[in-house]
């Protein structure tokens, strides 16, 4: 087997393993933290295949990605919510973790399964690791959206939902225009920034930004707040 | 046939031998690190001395059991050293004896035998300790077994020496994912089974908080030493499968000779050593997990080793 490829591989199994750790872990910055580790990742594997596949498109995803995701998001994360993803803090979640692993393992397991015929379909080059473990990202981000109660994890959630799409992504399409692609990622700017400036805004009228204490319409006042906790 | 022999004893003597030593170091590279200077690396050499010429007590309260298990525990390590590459890369007389999974239930056996003894005096803190590691265990049980068999998977074998030369041959293999998240997910089983900071603090002194070390609170004498060597001795030969079967399998001897597999001592005892550094970064970087947070850390165990399983079943 071709060692690039078998590297491409090992990223996909990597970024796999953080999606899981998106699903497990405790505190809004390790969500964070993994998040930049898989946008690398995925960074890597555009890389690795555009090596394999003498294709320069994929340099430029690699490049955006890094620019976009390592850098730029983390960034205005940290301008917009400061306190809400740098204060050590645990963060809630419907189920407990332990629970939630082993839906993720079964949504990774039907992953797998479904994208089997897909990669049956496929010419053999566009075969590979990226389809199904992009597709069990994309589900694992879902699911990260279900079960969170958090605003910071549930905005990871989402993008590791569009990390785990574009996995898939870079190696169906390896001639996409750099366009397409300054546009999804600034596209991923624009949802990230206006959903720190919200998620900002909650935690200035609340005080918190937990999303299974947000069960009222109405503005809660500090009396009845404190009543409530 | 007489040398292979001849070289799987020289095996048995340098885990024998050697152990403590490992233990030592780990120990002074923790105080080093917490800035301290530490205990010198030749202490449990000298604690095993002091324990072996003191009275051994034993309660009349207790079985036949208290009194073998510091036996079984020293004998068990010997016994798993006799089938996994210590020293060199080609099998040696004993290594088709048992497999991985043989080994495993070898070294179960010596955990059984110490949950047993525990419970045996009637010392309040055993049995606390003893369910403690029943719990760990049957978390970390189902994360072997898979790891064994996606390696097995992997090297169509599950005797250690063919498992080792499956990754020295390929490269790629190597890099495969199935082989990388199997060594995350044995890291987290060797800290989880050899009482290692997120899951249990080994220096700590406090009984009620202790998981591994409660259980020989009543050993004493030859007794203790036994079971401290035996202990010091399991945690080698975890370290030797991990490192010379699934992370580094170079360095080991791979000719029939006597001056080679000298070689590899030294060449072992370094690896070993810089895994330790390894080591000494996680512990020193981790707070003790919680009683029952020691689940979540035990299930992303399990999580990355079915990844691994899943990324090998679908041969990617």
């Known amino acids: 087997m071709n060692v690039l490829l078998s590297l491409n591989t090992l990223a996909g199994g990597l970024f796999l393993l953080t999606a899981f750790g998106t699903v497990a872990t405790r505190q809004a910055r390790g969500s964070l933290n993994l998040f930049i580790a898989q946008s690398f990742l995925l960074a890597s594997s555009a890389l690795l295949l555009g090596i394999e596949y003498r294709s320069e498109h994929l340099y430029g995803v690699a490049a955006v990605n890094v620019v976009a995701k390592i850098i730029l998001i983390p960034w205005i994360l940290r301008r917009t919510l400061h306190e809400e993803v740098y204060t050590r803090r645990e963060i809630d979640q419907v189920m407990n973790i332990p629970s939630s692993l082993l839906a993720a393992l079964v949504l990774t397991f039907a992953a797998f399964f479904m994208t089997g015929p897909l990669q049956q379909a496929l ?25 969170r109660r958090e605003a910071v994890p549930l905005l990871i959630g989402l993008l590791a939902m569009e990390n785990g799409a574009f996995f898939a992504g870079i190696s169906l399409a390896r001639t996409m225009p750099l366009l397409v692609e300054l546009a999804i990622a600034t596209d991923g700017l624009i949802v990230v920034f206006i959903a720190g400036v919200l998620i900002r805004a909650v935690h200035q009228h609340i005080g918190t930004t937990e999303i299974g204490a947000l069960t009222r319409l109405r503005e809660v006042s500090a009396a009845v ?4 906790a | 046939m007489i040398q292979r022999i001849v070289f799987n004893l020289i095996q048995v003597a340098v885990v024998i031998v050697f152990s403590p030593l490992v233990t030592g170091v780990l120990n002074r590279l923790k105080e080093n690190v917490q800035s301290k200077r530490g205990p010198s690396v030749l202490q449990p050499y000298r604690d095993l001395w002091k324990l072996f010429q003191k009275d051994e007590i034993v309660s009349d309260q207790s079985s036949w059991i208290f009194r073998t298990t510091p036996y079984v525990a020293f004998v068990a390590p010997i016994f798993v050293t006799l089938l996994i590459p210590v020293l060199t890369s080609y099998p040696l007389f004993f290594a088709f004896m048992a497999d991985m999974v043989g080994g495993g239930f070898v070294l179960a056996l010596a955990g059984f035998f110490k949950t047993l003894a525990a419970v045996d005096t009637g010392n309040p803190y055993g049995p606390m300790g003893a369910s403690r590691t029943r719990m760990v265990g049957f978390l ?3 994360v072997f077994i898979i790891v064994f068999f996606t390696v097995a998977f992997v090297a169509n074998s599950t005797i250690p020496y063919i498992v080792q030369k499956q990754w020295v041959l390929s490269p790629a293999a190597f890099v495969a994912p199935s082989h990388v998240l199997l060594l995350a997910a044995f890291i987290m089983l060797i800290l989880a089974e050899t009482g290692r900071i997120p899951v249990d603090n080994p220096s700590g002194h406090f009984e009620l908080a202790m998981i591994d070390e409660s259980k020989a609170l009543e050993f004493s004498g030859k007794g203790a030493a036994l079971m401290k060597w035996g202990g010091s001795m399991k945690f080698f030969v975890l370290l030797c499968i ?3 079967v699934l992370v580094t399998p170079w360095g080991l001897a791979s000719e029939i000779a006597l001056g080679p597999v000298l070689l590899a001592i030294p ?5 070993i050593f810089l895994f330790l550094l390894v080591l000494v970064v996680i512990e020193s970087s981790f707070a003790k997990l919680r009683l029952f947070r020691i689940t979540e850390f035990l299930g992303s165990a399990f999580i990355t080793s079915v990844a691994a399983m899943i990324m090998r079943v679908f041969s990617l």
Do not use: C, M, S
């Not at chain 1, 566009?126 to 992009?134: E, L, M």
């Not at chain 1, 707040?225 to 409530?228: R, T």
């Not at chain 2, 060449?267 to 690896?271: A, E, F, G, R």
């Open chain 2, 242 to 244: 991990f490192l010379n």
């Open chain 1, 123 to 147: 010419a053999p080059q566009f075969r590979g690791t990226n389809i199904p473990v992009g597709f069990a990202v994309l589900l694992l981000g879902a699911f990260t959206l279900a079960v």
């Open chain 2, 267 to 271: 060449l072992v005892l370094l690896k």
């Open chain 1, 225 to 228: 707040e404190e009543e409530v």
């Open chain 2, 140 to 142: 970390a049980e189902p």
